[in-house]
């Protein structure tokens, strides 16, 4: 709303009119009472409406927790309505024969591991011990390089740009000084005009006339004129001085900032300086390591090939049963895979278990996803990340649409958009219908009026505006509509005063009086200071207050 004032134009409250009887002994008043208006002015901005969608919450995330195996339950430790914690242990499964497993395959591993020891003997695993040692060092040796190349090259970049920040402001300084020094011309100029014209004042007071009888007032004055310009001089020479100094701190601040540039660039010299260094050693890293790698493998390739690929796969055969029967062991025991709330519980301690049957239902209840259906027009008009507004039992609450469908539904042919409620966990259950409004259609930059400013004839718009003190019908073109407020498209203007309220004596031309103006009491109009003209018309009608007297006469 524009912050505009108002006068109120207008009659009096009360028309006189004036109507003489027939007798000519009385007269008569017929009082024209005016209409009454609230008037706002049209506020220019946005209109929105939103449609109404039945949607279907659910958890943003939902897991159905079942065994991998079958077994007798030893252990429960949560029910319905309990929150878990990713990780939590739900229950167990008697898991005796699974140990009994694992540790067999255990033994297995360390009777094949005691083989392998027997036949190669503690030298050699020194031997090779070693070597490993030797290569992984040098491994971390050519990361560490690596890792050290990487942050100069970060500090570097960092130079870069805190040189390239410099030279930005270093030229800005630089376009400082030559202002000021442009300033500095431009004052040295105005000092000479005004040198100038003191001499002219000079000249012209040595050019007096001595018998001149004013000659001592003329003298006063230009001596008056010579003082100002003096005066001026001065002060522009005080001017001129405080730019020089100004330009001697400013060319100090580009001096300051070349400095802080020329230490940059000796940085990047010395960086660039030690990333070739780096690299240098890397190289040597890298063919030190290949020597190594090479020589380790001709002494296993050429050594012990055939023994150590028959151990190998013993270990590794007797490594792979470990791994089994603890897979097998972590079966027995099943741990929450989400955090959330507990929806279901099919598992009771001491009772069997089969595998593959739902135990637990958890939902993640953080957030909560609506799901609803729009036709193509209404999905077109949205976006991800538009907001939305949910309700259900009289509450509502915020949220974002996180999905909007693409391919419409074989049977509704309506397109599937989902929404994303946070906080709203404790009052949407999962699996309840919910309102959602959506945004379907927005005008920005409109003029908007209260839509009970309307009026409607034969399908045409209208609204009532006063101007001049007068009610004016306005036709308009209203554009998007809401239940509040009109989008108008043709017709008005931001400083029409539009009627907002209803009045049996709303017509066309009818006078009106306005109460308010955008809910505020109009303000006055000051018309008896702009008057003063009339005060002289007795004077100028004069001669018209004789002809009654000629008339007599």
């Known amino acids: 709303m524009n912050g505009k004032r108002y006068v109120v134009l207008g009659l009096a409250a009360v028309l006189g009119v004036t109507a003489t009887a027939c007798s000519g002994s009385s007269e008569e008043t017929e009082e024209i009472e005016k209409a009454v208006v609230d008037v706002v002015n049209p506020e220019r901005g946005s209109l929105s409406t939103d449609t109404a969608y039945i949607g279907m919450a659910a ?43 694992l540790a067999s395959a255990e033994a297995a591993y360390h009777s094949a591991e005691a083989g392998v020891q027997a036949a190669t003997g503690g030298a050699r695993d020194l031997q090779n011990y070693q070597t490993e040692q030797s290569i992984q060092q040098l491994r971390d040796s050519i990361n560490d390089v690596d890792e050290s190349i990487d942050e100069m090259e970060d500090n570097l970049g960092d130079l870069r740009d805190a040189g390239g920040r410099l030279a930005s402001a270093r030229n800005q300084a630089q376009a400082g000084v030559n202002a000021l020094t442009q300033s500095q011309i431009s004052l040295e100029a105005e000092k000479q005009n005004l040198q100038a014209e003191k001499a002219a004042l000079d000249a012209e007071l040595a050019a007096l006339d001595p018998e001149d009888p004013d000659l001592e007032s003329k003298q006063n004055a230009l001596k008056e004129k010579i003082t100002e310009k003096n005066t001026a001089i001065e002060n522009k020479s005080n001017e001129i001085d405080s730019v020089k100094l100004d330009i001697v701190n400013a060319q100090a601040q580009v001096d300051m900032i070349q400095t802080q540039i020329d230490g940059i660039d000796a940085s990047k010299t010395q960086l660039k300086s030690g990333i070739d260094t780096a690299e240098d050693s890397r190289e040597t890293i890298n063919e030190n390591l290949a020597t190594a790698e090479q020589s380790y493998a001709i002494t296993q390739n050429e050594v012990y090939p055939d023994t150590d690929a028959t151990y190998a796969a013993q270990l590794e055969s007797a490594s792979v049963g470990i791994d089994s029967a603890q897979m097998q062991l972590d079966y027995y025991t099943v741990e929450a895979p989400i955090g959330g709330v507990v929806e279901s519980v099919g598992v009771e301690e001491n009772q069997m278990v089969s595998a593959g049957t739902a135990a637990y239902i958890i939902s993640n209840k953080d957030s909560m996803t609506v799901t609803f259906q729009v036709t193509e027009e209404a999905k077109n008009a949205l976006a991800v990340g538009d907001p939305v507004t949910v309700e259900r039992t009289g509450n509502t609450y915020e949220g974002t649409i996180t999905e909007v469908g693409t391919m419409a539904g074989a049977q509704t042919h309506l397109f599937t958009v989902k929404a994303s409620v946070a906080g709203a966990s404790d009052s949407i259950p999962n699996g309840v219908t919910v309102k959602v409004y959506a945004t379907t259609r927005q005008e920005d930059d409109k003029l908007i009026v209260p839509y009970d400013a309307l009026y409607f004839s034969a399908g045409d718009a209208y609204v009532y505006c006063v101007e001049e003190g007068a009610i004016v019908r306005t036709p308009v073109t209203v554009g998007l509509m809401s239940d509040t407020q009109a989008v108008v498209e043709e017709g008005l203007t931001e400083d029409s005063l539009v009627v907002d309220n209803w009045s049996s004596r709303l017509r066309d031309g009818a006078p009106a009086q306005i109460a308010s103006v955008n809910g505020e009491a109009p303000e006055p109009e000051e018309a008896p200071e702009e008057e003063a003209p009339e005060e002289e018309a007795p004077e100028e009608e004069a001669p018209e207050e004789d002809a009654p007297e000629e008339e007599a006469e």
């Open 59 to 101: 958890p943003q995330q939902q897991v159905y927790v079942t065994p991998m195996v079958s077994g007798t339950v030893t252990e429960v430790n949560f029910q319905v309505g309990d929150t878990v914690q990713e990780g939590d242990l739900l229950f167990r499964i008697d898991d005796e024969a699974a140990r009994l497993q």
